[in-house]
């Protein structure tokens, strides 16, 4: 049970690199989420999908792209990683809908040097 | 936009204490109400969630009820192990998306 799958767990990026985090699950969901973990800000939103194809702006997405090509995977991509982009990253999916759970990976940690 | 607001921590109490985590939530519509914990290390996991007012959530001796008069989803334990040791957030959603509280660190020592 493979479950949501992050790579890599930890990245250090000097400022203006640009890289990829990866993100992919095996649960058929529809429904795929980019957050960032700052302290005391709980996670905040930065990108979701509701299906392949389908992208959108969460709460924070300046600074990063996403693209979802298969229901499988949705990769995150930092342009032009700056300090402020410093943060723990996590992946969620789900089936969609007020009730439904969200199934997390185990997070990127990023440091923006 | 819909909210949630957590006690901030970190909170520290000795094994077998009884526990209180308030939340209280900002909706526009009805949404379901969740607590996720997450380990040192480790990826969030949902706890436990009520989907209607009055609802009680409950898992692994924790419980909240939904109480939509005051907006909140406090999570209570009677008696905290080393091992609840982790951090808490409360979330709601209304749809596909999910807002989190800013989290609260519990710490228990034996």
């Known amino acids: 049970n493979a479950g949501v799958t992050q790579t890599p767990k930890f990245q250090v990026l000097k400022t203006g690199q640009s890289m990829t985090l990866q993100c992919a699950q095996d649960?058929?969901?529809?429904?795929m989420s980019w957050y960032r973990q700052d302290p005391g800000m709980g996670l905040r939103l930065i990108h979701y999908?509701?299906?392949?194809?389908?992208?959108d702006q969460g709460e924070v997405p300046n600074g990063y792209n996403v693209s979802r090509s298969t229901t499988e995977d949705f990769p995150l991509r930092l342009l032009s990683a700056a300090p402020s982009q410093t943060s723990v990253y996590f992946c969620a999916s789900s089936t969609g809908g007020r009730n439904t759970e969200a199934f997390f990976g185990q997070g990127t940690r990023l440091t923006v040097v | 936009g819909d909210s949630v607001t957590q006690m901030e921590g970190p909170v520290t109490l000795s094994e077998e204490a009884f526990l209180t985590i308030n939340c209280t939530y900002t909706a526009t519509g009805y949404p379901s109400l969740f607590w996720y914990v997450q380990y040192p290390g480790e990826g969030l996991q949902l706890l436990l969630k009520a989907t209607k007012a009055d609802d009680k959530g409950s898992n692994k001796g924790f419980e909240a009820t939904y109480r939509k008069e005051t907006t909140s989803f406090h999570l209570e334990k009677g008696s905290v192990q080393v091992s609840d040791s982790a951090v808490y957030f409360c979330?709601?959603?209304?749809?596909?998306?999910?807002?989190f509280g800013a989290g609260t660190r519990l710490t228990v020592k034996p």
């Open positions: 649960m058929n969901h529809e429904y």
């Open positions: 999908s509701v299906g392949a194809g389908i992208t």
């Open positions: 979330a709601l959603s209304e749809g596909d998306d999910m807002r």
